[in-house]
């Protein structure tokens, strides 16, 4: 089942812990939301996620949404460590 969220703009999702199902739903997250401009992905602070999966994030986020800026928040020895990825595809709303 496919789902549209056509007015869905900003989404923060908060502590992860880096399974496939969360990834798998942040992914169809992003092919769900057509205007979605903010995505911020916080992983849990005892969380240990690879910069492999940062990056296929952040790869996602620009082949579905173009336009899209993603924020992803990893907690590494008590130090907030960010990815972050603008498309800038997609015209401005001014």
Request: with cysteine.
């Amino acid at each position: 089942m496919d789902i549209c969220l056509n007015f869905l703009q900003k989404v923060e999702i908060n502590n992860l812990s880096g399974a496939e199902y969360e990834i798998c739903f942040v992914k169809r997250l992003l092919t769900w939301a057509p205007v979605l401009k903010m995505i911020t992905v916080m992983f849990g602070p005892s969380v240990t996620v690879s910069e492999e999966v940062c990056q296929e994030l952040l790869s996602f986020s620009r082949r579905c949404s173009p336009g899209i800026c993603m924020e992803i928040y990893l907690h590494g020895n008590r130090a907030k460590v960010m990815y972050r990825a603008v498309n800038l595809k997609r015209p401005r709303d001014d």
